[in-house]
T-cell receptor, first 112, second 114 residues
């Protein structure tokens, strides 16, 4: 079945550092891909998405490119802030349906 | 903006009590979901519903039931709460017809069973 693998955290960075959180997937066909973010004490919210190969999703300075060749959707940000400290989840709709498969989540901690 | 609300942010119940968690969405979404989130285990799907009065089991339905009498409301019921049901519970909704099926989440209910 479809699956998502994320790098384990926590990822600990200093403010203004470059961020990469790796996500690879196994899926039938070419599903849409998502990154969600969960700030402390809150529910998940959609951060960005890409609906087809080579698409780049972007939001709040974060970017991720849908790479069909490497089945990856890595999340990047050029300069993180303390306020980016959160848990990040990679996800895709399973089997082309509306039911998502989530990665385990990667915790990001940014120090001043 | 889509809004998903949950009835409580924090809840403390005793073992054996019947617990109701309610979720309401205001975007006319067909699908609604209940997850629990535990450290190290990520999100696990308990139940979902694709239409009024319809429900499907997710990955961990044991000990839970659900109710969807109206399109906008989806309730999670713990018939007899146990300490191993202490967790964060997240409700979500999404479209069926209109892809790409991103989900919209509520703020979560942190349930403690003592």
């Amino acid at each position: 079945g479809d699956s998502v693998t994320q790098m384990e955290g926590p990822v600990t960075l200093s403010e203004e550092a470059f961020l990469t959180i790796n996500c690879t997937y196994t899926a039938t066909g070419y599903p849409s891909l998502f990154w969600y973010v969960q700030y402390p004490g809150e529910g998940l919210q959609l951060l960005l998405k890409a609906t087809k190969a080579d698409d780049k999703g972007s939001n709040k300075g974060f970017e991720a490119t849908y790479r069909k060749e490497t089945t990856s959707f890595h999340l990047e940000k050029g300069s993180v802030q303390v306020s980016d400290s959160a848990v990040y989840f990679c996800a895709l709709p399973s089997g082309g349906s509306y039911i998502p498969t989530f990665g385990r989540g990667t915790s990001l901690i940014v120090h001043p | 903006d889509v809004k998903v609300t949950q009835s409580s942010r924090y809840l403390v119940k005793r073992t054996g009590e019947k617990v109701f968690l309610e979720c309401v969405q205001d975007m006319d979404h067909e699908n609604m979901f209940w997850y629990r989130q535990d450290p190290g285990l990520g999100l696990r799907l308990i139940y979902f519903s694709y239409d009024v009065k319809m429900k499907e089991k997710g990955d961990i339905p044991e000990g839970y039931s659900v109710s969807r009498e109206k399109k906008e409301r989806f309730s999670l019921i713990l018939e007899s709460a146990s300490t191993n049901q202490t967790s964060m519970y997240l409700c979500a909704s999404s479209h069926t017809i209109r892809g790409p099926y991103e989900q919209y989440f509520g703020p979560g209910t942190r349930l403690t069973v003592t």
